[in-house]
């Protein structure tokens, strides 16, 4: 699993404001994206490397699936 998607990924949700988080799991859902990116942060929380596992967490926070 590249730490370089993980990051890109977990950066993008961390950047999002509070309005912006539930049109991002609205869009994610409707194009069929949500269920891949958190595969793959889940993933990283197990597998990354200690950055990647922290923003990782972070992020599945973020979305308030945790």
């Known amino acids: ?18 309005v912006e988080v539930a049109e991002f799991i609205r869009s994610e859902v409707s ?3 949500l269920s891949f ?3 793959l942060l889940n993933d990283a929380t197990a597998q990354g490397s200690a950055e990647s596992r ?13």
């Open 1 to 18: 699993m590249p730490d370089q998607t993980v990051r890109a990924v977990a950066t993008h949700i961390l950047s999002l404001g509070d």
């Open 31 to 33: 194009h069929k994206r």
């Open 37 to 39: 990116k958190l595969h």
């Open 54 to 66: 922290k923003l990782a967490r972070q992020a599945i926070e973020r979305l308030g699936f945790v």
